[in-house]
T-cell receptor, first 113, second 112 residues
């Protein structure tokens, strides 16, 4: 059974139209990450939550924001998507403790028209 | 900042042969090194990881070696099978739960 669930798997939006991607987890992990992955490239960390503490990467555009209303859910909001934001967006979680690896969801592939 | 270099970018082997992918890292404080396998259109899946207190770890056909002095680590796949075909990413972190710095990826193709 999937433990990190991303919805939808495929999302199409229009240039400049706000879009929200969602991630939920059944692992009760306290850390959640959002990555952007473009074709043939490694995942690029956008930001992460340690419990409710939000940590933004220095090079993450202001266009990208996130919400974590509770332990289980985390959202990625793209306020005004541009053509360059078309990518796979991956959510990952990690449990508490020093030896816990990251577990990825199946991702949402975002297309911009 | 931390950087991870991965080579080769593409690797083609015959079924049954071994495959080796190498990574080097820049931050000497790195002490956790996972390897992820990503099939086309799917999520990265952790296949093996190693911590800095060991030099080698093996899981069936997959092994990882770590040389902390030289700051490099390698993935070894023996008796490769067509289903091993995927993109493999190495990563480094200062601890298992920390920020992962990924290598550029290696596209492995195993030909029947």
């Amino acid at each position: 059974d999937a433990m990190v669930i991303q919805n939808p798997r495929y999302q199409v939006t229009q240039f400049g139209k706000p879009v929200t991607l969602s991630c939920s987890q059944t692992l009760n992990h306290n850390v959640m990450y959002w990555y952007q992955q473009k074709s043939s490239q490694a995942p690029k960390l956008l930001f992460h939550y340690y419990d409710k503490d939000f940590n933004n990467e220095a090079d993450t555009p202001d266009n990208f924001q996130s919400r974590r209303p509770n332990t289980s859910f985390c959202f990625l909001d793209i306020r005004s998507p541009g053509l360059g934001d078309a990518a796979m967006y991956l959510c990952a979680t990690r449990g508490q403790g020093g030896n816990q690896p990251q577990h990825f969801g199946d991702g949402t592939r975002l297309s911009i028209l | 900042g931390e950087n991870v270099e991965q080579h080769p970018s593409t690797l083609s082997v015959q079924e049954g042969d071994s495959a080796v992918i190498k990574c080097t890292y820049s931050d000497s404080a790195s002490n956790y090194f996972p390897w992820y396998k990503q099939e086309l259109g799917k999520r990265p899946q952790l296949i093996i990881d190693i911590r800095s207190n060991v030099g080698e770890k093996k899981d069936q056909r997959i092994a990882v070696t770590l040389n902390k002095t030289a700051k490099h680590f390698s993935l070894h796949i023996t008796e490769t099978q067509p289903e091993d075909s995927a993109v493999y990413f190495c990563a480094a972190s200062t601890h298992p739960g920390g920020k992962l710095i990924f290598g550029q990826g290696t596209e492995l193709s195993v030909k029947p």
